[in-house]
């Protein structure tokens, strides 16, 4: 009887291993099965998280290399214009260098007169008027005065022994102030400012 079920015991014994093998391999592979779906899962999410990271560095690397590129724009704008205006202030300052120098010729009172008589045809017929002169050209005022008379015999002129703030040139005015001509070299350089830039720029 004892050896009956010795016998039964084994049997159970090895059926109860066989399953348990079975078991064991079956749950392997399960787990095996699930953790393949798991890393394919996670695989396919990494994936797409990293192609939406690569889309957002290309995004912003474009975004980076746009803004370089639109402040280089402006810093060769900005340059630009540093290189005109100074390029222009340059030539601008030249010409009324030019002008001062107009000082040092023979007939530089008859400029002067010439510049008055000017002037004079600008103020439209005015009966009286006054005449004012750098304070280096009040010496030579009488001379002006005359030879302007002389052109403009049907107009009264005086000169103002104030000097004007101006470097060469005539200031022309009626007498009350209402009515005034600027001929100095400082009003016909920036007078002549917008011509000189149309001619310069496009040389630039």
């Not at 399953?19 to 064991?24: G, I, L």
């Not at 049907?154 to 200031?171: M, N, V, Y």
Request: proline letters at 2%; a negative charge; charged letters at 35%.
């Amino acid at each position: 009887m004892r050896e009956v079920s010795s016998e039964k015991i084994s049997t159970l014994r090895d059926m109860i291993l066989d399953k348990a093998d079975t078991e064991k391999k079956s749950i392997a592979t399960n787990a095996q099965h699930e953790a393949d779906e798991w890393i394919a899962k996670e695989t396919k999410k990494l994936e797409r998280e990293t192609s939406l990271i690569i889309q957002d560095a290309n995004k912003r690397a474009e975004d980076i290399r746009r803004r370089q590129i639109l402040s280089a724009e402006r810093d060769k704008s900005t340059e630009t214009l540093r290189l005109q205006n100074r390029i222009l202030s340059d030539a601008l300052g030249k010409l009324q260098d030019k002008l001062v120098h107009l000082r040092d010729r023979d007939d530089y009172a008859d400029i002067l007169a010439g510049m008055c008589i000017d002037a004079i045809a600008s103020l439209g017929g005015v009966k009286s008027l006054k005449i004012r002169l750098s304070a280096v050209d009040n010496g030579i005022a009488d001379i002006i005065i005359k030879k302007a008379s002389a052109a403009a015999p049907d107009t009264k002129l005086e000169f103002d022994s104030e000097p004007a703030p101006i470097l060469g040139g005539c200031w022309v005015s009626t007498p009350d102030g209402s009515r005034q001509v600027n001929m100095d070299w400082q009003s016909l350089t920036q007078d002549m400012a917008d011509n000189l830039a149309e001619r310069l720029l496009p040389l630039l």
